[in-house]
């Protein structure tokens, strides 16, 4: 059983940055790849980036390449997303999503843990 809390969404102008942070609970964190989905008014939860158990391979949604990063801490149970040249269309709720396996996935069905989602506003 894994429980998932994020952090450190905000309202941020177009062109900011934000870091958002995952707290895992759970001995086993370092066997799960970590995702961060997001879920924007009237639309459908997507994918934005996952990261396998090491940290050693990523992916990115190509509305995100290049402006996000994903990193986790296996020593601290953590996950981050940092999200830079923000824009509008970013806007959303994001969660943090942990899957039982070793390699990152892209659909939200093959994730079993959820967070509650922190909110980001991107001003334009």
């Known amino acids: 059983q894994v429980q998932l809390v994020e952090s450190g969404g905000g309202l941020v102008q177009a062109g900011g940055s934000l870091r958002l942070s995952c707290a895992a609970s759970g001995r086993t964190f370092s066997s799960y790849a970590m995702g961060w989905f997001r879920q924007a008014p009237g639309k459908e939860r997507e994918f934005v980036s996952s990261i396998n158990w090491s940290g050693g391979s990523t992916y990115y949604a190509d509305s995100v390449k290049g402006r996000f990063t994903i990193s986790r801490d296996n020593a601290k149970n953590t996950v981050a997303l940092q999200m830079n040249r923000l824009k509008p269309e970013d806007t959303a709720v994001y969660y943090c999503?942990?899957?039982?396996?070793?390699?990152?996935?892209?659909?939200?069905?093959?994730?079993?843990?959820w967070g509650q989602g922190t909110q980001v506003t991107v001003s334009s």
């Open positions: 999503a942990a899957r039982s396996v070793a390699a990152g996935g892209r659909n939200s069905y093959e994730y079993d843990y």
